[in-house]
Each structure stands twice: as structure tokens, then as C-alpha cells.
């Protein structure tokens, strides 16, 4: 079906295996602060996340972060784990779960706006971070490649989710998904992917950076000229005290003191390359593309519909790079639909979609 609407180690000694509450506060990998990281009852944030969580003033983004856990994630040939942070689902459910990943160098807290709406539509909904970003523990420095991040989410994926799930993954985390359900396709049952950039090239570049270029590389990158410029590039018609929010909130997970180090090693090991596996994607897959994103064009969009086997587009207007952000409501509808298998009906999609926007005009 192709709708159109016109509308991105040092391991720790894991201890006994905890069964899913995902309740793991202080401890689970040898215990300890560094490992676990519980709720500040004070503040009620983690008391792993950096302290500028409290300037963020975004209510999604606070209450988001307020429910971010590490859970144990055994890696490698040995007993080691790493503790990896993600928003675990409140309810099991009898269907497949969602699985949330995020754009290149980012957070779960991108999912700020749209998470509570796939709960409040009955889905198992996970947020994860792809190892070497987000709000792991990396202090021993697992290496963070392309194969590393790939064993790591399926780890995670064994130990904790164990049923074939709908990964989603906007831009770069579109290339993060179908490498995964490419090499891994018992644990994925759909994939939707938003903005896809999966279409890079000269990543061998990279592999030959001097090493000290690339941390001032990775040192620009933490910068906040260059994150308030990103949110320029992303949003359609943000206001300048949400550009603000929006940069402390995207740069949270870089104030982390093995950020650097984690992005380096990324970075030297020359990325994601998906060009050659998007053939072999045998995943019913939804592309959701941006009609105003000014960081992939729209024609990548259209070369990937055609070049994955099953796949259909739905286009959103007015919309920017992160429409998850900008429009949640629909961004959730159209996940919620696609996981459920449910079928428009035979009215114009334009319909669902001005009738998403008027009711909640005020998010969207």
C-alpha cells in the first residue's frame, strides 16, 4: 500500500537478573551509585542526570526525565553490563510493543511530547538511548561503533522487551533501525521511520580524522552556538525562549564526562553506512516525511519508499525536521494505527488530520 498524504569496557560485575518492574534504582550491576542512580526525592529527578535538568522548564521534558531508568545490560563474552537508561513501560501489555529511538546524538527526552499520548493509547511504549548517547553509564567506556550499538540495543532487547517490537527511529535513528531489523529480524515485527537520513556518505572520511580534531569536533558539537543553531534548522517558527529550552534540553545528555569520548570513538569508527542492507529490510515500514524539513530532503524520502520492499509514505505539512516534537498528536495517531494495523477510512487523510488539529490546537 503506498499512501501519500499531503498533508535520526570497563563493565561493571551484573548481579541477579530483576524481573520486569524495571524498578532498578542504586544498584544491579555490583550496586553502587555510579550504577544504578535512583530518584532524588528531592528534585525528583535521577540522580544520575547532570544538575542543569533543573533549568529545563519544558513540563514533557521534566516529567519525561523524571522517568528515566538504568537497567543492567550485560555485553561482551563475560559477565560484564553496562547500566543503560531508557523510559520503561507502566503496563505489560499481550501485544507487541513500541520502541522508541532518537535522532543522531540525542536522548529519549526527544520523545517528550508524543510518549505520554502512545501510552495513553494502550501501547507498550519504551524510550531507549543508543549506547554512546544519551544517559548510560559509560564512565568505563564501552567502545560505541556501529556493531557495538547494534549489540548493545539487542542485549537490551533479549533481557528486557523479548517480543518482536514496532522500532521507531527518526533521522539518523531511521539508519539505527534498519541495520537492527536487518541483522536482528526475529526481535522486529514493523518499522517506522521518520526523516530518514540514511543516506550518508563519505563516512570513511571520518575514520581518518586525527584524533584531536575530532574532540574539537566533538567539542563544537557540545557547544551552544551550535545546538541553538541546530534548533533553527529543525523547528518551523520556534519562539526564541523555546529555542532556549529546547537547546538545554538537547545538549542534557553531552554534559556527561564520557560524552566526548563516546562521540570520538562514533565518530573514528566512521558511522552508519545502511545503503546496502535497505534491500534486504523484509519489515512492513512506514516512512513518515516532513513536507518542511530542512535537514533531508524530501526526494531521499521518495528514493527510500522505492528502494524498501514494503514500505508506504505519509507526508506532514508544515512540520520540520522533528515532528514528534512539533506534532505529536498525529506523529502518535499514525504510530498507534500502523502498530494496531488500523485501516484509514475511505475518506481523505487531510480529514484525520485537521480533525487531530483541532482538537488539540493548543500542543498542536
Known amino acids: 500500500m503506498a499512501l501519500v498524504l ?14 520486569p518492574g524495571f524498578k532498578v534504582s542504586g544498584g544491579g550491576c555490583g550496586g553502587g551509585a555510579a550504577g ?55 503496563v505489560r501489555r ?6 522508541l529511538l532518537h535522532c543522531f546524538d540525542s536522548s529519549c527526552l526527544e520523545w517528550r511530547s508524543a510518549y505520554p499520548l502512545l501510552e495513553d493509547a494502550g501501547l507498550e511504549t519504551w524510550a531507549i538511548d ?34 518482536p517490537m514496532t522500532l521507531v527511529g527518526p533521522s539518523l535513528g531511521a539508519a539505527v533501525a534498519i541495520d537492527f531489523a536487518v541483522n536482528f529480524p526475529e526481535a522486529v515485527d514493523k518499522l517506522v521511520l521518520i526523516n530518514a537520513n540514511v543516506y550518508a556518505e563519505g563516512t570513511g572520511v571520518l575514520t581518518k580524522l586525527p584524533k584531536l580534531m575530532a574532540y574539537a569536533m566533538a567539542s563544537l558539537l557540545k557547544s ?40 570520538v570513538n562514533f565518530m573514528l569508527s566512521g558511522g552508519y553506512n545502511v545503503t546496502g542492507q535497505i534491500k534486504h529490510v523484509k519489515q512492513k515500514t512506514l516512512l513518515i516525511c516532513s513536507e518542511d524539513d530542512k535537514i533531508v530532503n524530501h526526494k531521499l524520502a521518495e528514493r527510500l519508499q522505492n528502494e524498501l520492499p514494503n514500505a508506504s509514505m505519509l507526508r506532514v505539512p508544515g512540520c520540520g525536521h522533528m515532528p514528534h516534537i512539533e506534532k505529536p498528536y498525529l506523529i502518535a495517531k499514525l504510530i498507534t494505527d500502523f502498530a494496531r494495523e488500523t485501516t484509514w477510512e ?11 488539529s483541532c482538537t488539540h490546537k493548543h500542543i498542536v
Request: charged share 20%; with cysteine; glycine share 6%.
Open 130 to 163: 543508543i549506547l554512546g548517547w544519551g544517559f548510560s553509564d559509560l564512565e568505563r567506556r564501552p567502545p560505541c561503533n556501529v556493531a557495538s550499538k547494534r549489540y548493545h540495543l539487542y542485549q537490551l532487547w533479549k533481557s528486557y522487551i523479548k517480543r
Open 94 to 99: 499481550d501485544a507487541n510493543p513500541v520502541v
Open 346 to 356: 475511505d475518506r481523505p487523510l487531510s480529514y484525520v488530520v485537521d480533525r487531530i
Open 224 to 263: 551552544i552556538p551550535i545546538r541553538w543553531y541546530a534548533k533553527l534548522l529543525v523547528f518551523n517558527g520556534i519562539s526564541l525562549s523555546k529555542i532556549l529550552d529546547y537547546t538545554n534540553v538537547g545538549r542534557l545528555h553531552c554534559l556527561l564526562p564520557w560524552w566526548e569520548d563516546a562521540t
Open 36 to 90: 544504578g542512580g535512583g530518584v532524588d526525592s528531592l528534585a525528583e529527578f535521577p540522580s544520575f542526570l547532570p544538575k542543569e535538568v533543573h533549568q529545563i522548564k519544558d513540563p514533557f521534558a521534566r516529567t519525561l526525565a523524571q522517568r528515566i531508568q538504568r537497567l543492567p545490560v550485560q555485553v561482551g563474552f563475560s559477565e560484564s553490563c553496562i547500566m543503560s537508561s531508557c523510559v520503561t513501560p507502566r
Open 6 to 19: 499531503t498533508l535520526r569496557f570497563r563493565a561493571y560485575q551484573c548481579g541477579p537478573r530483576k524481573s
